[in-house]
């Protein structure tokens, strides 16, 4: 089994920056790949980053260019750079790990970044 614990979210103004980070424990032999999914109300679940062991990265449209997953292998801690943040990205942010492409089989309990305009 593995254990996703997320940090580092909260309340910005637009425009600013956050960095999430998510730390993973258990059975991580289990994980080559993580990521980060976000829920705003009313919406479906959504990609945001994900990335392989190696660094291979994917990202959403609407956050390209302005958001960057890496990834500490040693300790299984993945990260979310998001900078030039917009009321959009308001969401509950999800850490996810797996074996599968993209990640989606071990998931954090969440944390709400929100921004104001």
């Known amino acids: 089994q593995v254990q996703l614990v997320e940090s580092g979210g909260g309340l910005v103004q637009a425009g600013g920056s956050l960095r999430l980070s998510c730390a993973a424990s258990?059975?991580?032999?289990?994980?080559?790949?993580m990521g980060w999914y976000r829920q705003a109300p009313g919406k479906q679940r959504e990609l945001v980053a994900a990335i392989t062991n190696g660094g291979t990265t994917q990202y959403a449209e609407s956050v390209k260019g302005r958001f960057t997953c890496s990834i500490e292998n040693s300790k299984k801690t993945v990260f979310l750079q998001m900078n030039s943040l917009k009321t959009e990205d308001t969401a509950v942010y999800y850490c996810c790990a797996g074996r599968a492409w993209p990640p989606a089989r071990y998931w954090g309990q969440g944390t709400q970044v929100t921004v104001s305009s």
């Open positions: 258990g059975t991580i032999s289990s994980i080559n790949n």
